[in-house]
């Protein structure tokens, strides 16, 4: 017959948790949803700055710096975005 020991590890028994506690936290985390909400509604509100027209050479410009970045992943899709950009920039000076 074969005897087996278990020992047991002394854990602490878990803190209760403190209703104060709990509110602080709650009143923490709306006081910052708060802020991302107020910030996110302030950048979406542009008051007394009317948006400027890009030109069409902005925008292929744009469009080649995005061709630059995706070069090296698709080399083929890059020479397509480089052509429609001098598309669209020759389209307008006519």
């Keep these: 017959m074969t005897t087996s020991t278990l020992h047991s590890l002394n854990l ?3 803190q209760p948790s403190n209703v104060g506690d709990a509110f602080h936290g709650l009143v ?10 107020w910030a996110a509604a ?5 008051v007394g700055q009317p948006q400027t027209a ?12 995005f061709a ?3 070069i090296n992943s698709d080399p083929r ?3 397509d975005l480089f ?3 001098n598309r669209h920039e020759s389209s ?3």
Aim: glycine share 4%; net charge negative; no cysteine.
């Design 12 to 14: 602490a028994p878990a």
């Design 28 to 37: 923490v985390a709306g006081h910052r949803l708060a802020l991302a909400l």
């Design 42 to 46: 302030g950048s979406l509100i542009n």
């Design 54 to 65: 890009k030109t069409a050479f902005e925008e292929a410009e744009e469009l080649r710096a």
């Design 68 to 70: 630059v970045e995706q």
């Design 77 to 79: 899709f890059a020479d």
């Design 83 to 85: 052509a429609a950009a």
């Design 92 to 94: 307008t000076h006519i």
